[in-house]
């Protein structure tokens, strides 16, 4: 069985509570149309599940 991790664009290992720059503009699902621009720091990350997903309060 193999431990997923998930990374960061660099390759860095993430954690819960870490602070990431957004790279890219991202649309946020069911917020009427909202767009995270990038260069935007996002605090506290949660990890879930999926090594392609965080959560996060921005």
Do not use: Q
């Not at 946020?28 to 879930?48: A, D, H, M």
Request: charged content about 30%; cysteine-free; glycine content about 12%.
């Amino acid at each position: 069985m193999t431990d997923d991790v998930t990374k960061d664009s660099n390759g860095n290992v993430l954690a819960d509570g870490d602070s990431v720059t957004l790279i890219k503009d991202l649309k946020v699902k069911g917020s009427g149309g909202v767009t995270l621009k990038r260069g935007t720091l996002v605090k506290n990350i949660r990890l879930t599940g999926d090594t392609d997903e965080i959560e996060a309060n921005v």
